[in-house]
């Protein structure tokens, strides 16, 4: 079964809600934090009306902390600092925080204030939801190892996304648990040459590949569209992942667009069945 939905971004978000403010807003001030450790500090977000607030609030937040600085502090700012930050109301970022509690990543309490959890859940969720933020969120978080790179022909899978490229530049990256090591999922994106040219590989082994195309080679992404299904575990996916040959994974395939229209990057992740949940939101309106 696979289910599929698009990514749209951009000026859409200044004809958005009511709380909703185009733009990341003023910056949020640093909190109480021990001695030479950073404050934690929010990516900025474009919000776009077609989507909750609260998700999309909750996505670009965890995504800010799972690819947080190791010496960054643990305490987020407080609910008003958030709300400043992203442009939307207090209840907004009230709903966006008990989202993330309620998934183990933070924990609140009461005039102390909200802090990250060392240990996020185990079994994390790969959600589809039209954003951009989402996607780097579920990316987010494991230690990354470079397997390789290097140009290759357009794999035949991929020629409709590709005309009039004789080459991409294929990825191969593996994604372990930052605690226990183990491995929990492979990538092999496939990039337009023109734009792999600019991304620097290192960059690859702390922020995941949509990161890297948005903010490090400054691609306006304009959607992503998400594949999801299972499948088995062939050879080198067993081999990488440590599973049984044939056991059950889940195979995610996006496909990033640029504003003109055209296919920057094919990424096809395949995710370890017992450490990952595949869910799906569907808006009513």
């Not at 900025?44 to 600085?69: C, D, M, T």
């Not at 994604?175 to 999922?185: I, L, M």
């Not at 499948?231 to 599973?243: G, I, K």
Request: with cysteine.
């Amino acid at each position: 079964m696979t289910e599929s939905h698009e990514t749209t971004t951009g000026a859409e978000a200044a004809h958005g809600d009511s709380d909703a403010r185009a733009g990341s807003g003023p910056e949020v001030n640093p909190v109480d934090r021990p001695p030479h450790s950073p404050a934690f500090a929010p990516d900025s977000l474009v919000l776009n009306r077609k989507l909750p607030l609260w998700y999309q609030v909750s996505q670009s937040l965890r995504a800010s902390i799972l690819g947080r600085p190791q010496d960054a502090s643990p305490r987020l700012p407080t609910e008003e600092q958030l709300a400043a930050h992203y442009g939307v109301s207090v209840l907004t970022m009230r709903q966006a925080l008990k989202e993330l509690e309620a998934e183990g990543l933070i924990s609140r309490h009461r005039r102390r204030g909200t802090f990250i959890e060392p240990r996020a859940r185990r079994v994390s969720p790969v959600r589809l939801l039209g954003s951009v933020d989402a996607i780097v969120a579920q990316q987010s978080g494991e230690a990354t190892t470079v397997l390789g790179h290097g140009a290759v022909p357009v794999p035949g899978d991929l020629a409709e996304f590709f005309p009039g490229c004789a080459e991409v530049v294929s990825y191969r990256r593996l994604r372990r648990d930052g605690e226990s090591g183990e491995p929990t999922n492979w990538a092999e994106n496939a990039v337009r040459p023109e734009v792999a040219a600019r991304i620097d590989v290192a960059d690859l082994e702390r922020w995941p590949m949509t990161k890297v195309l948005r903010d490090g080679v400054g691609v306006r992404i304009s959607r992503i569209t998400d594949t999801v299904e299972a499948r088995l575990a062939d050879p080198v996916t067993a081999e990488l992942l440590q599973v049984p040959l044939l056991s059950p994974i889940l195979h995610y395939t996006g496909v990033t667009y640029d504003e003109e229209g055209r296919v920057v990057d094919v990424a096809r992740i395949r995710y370890r069945g017992d450490r990952f949940s595949f869910s799906v939101t569907v808006e009513a309106h």
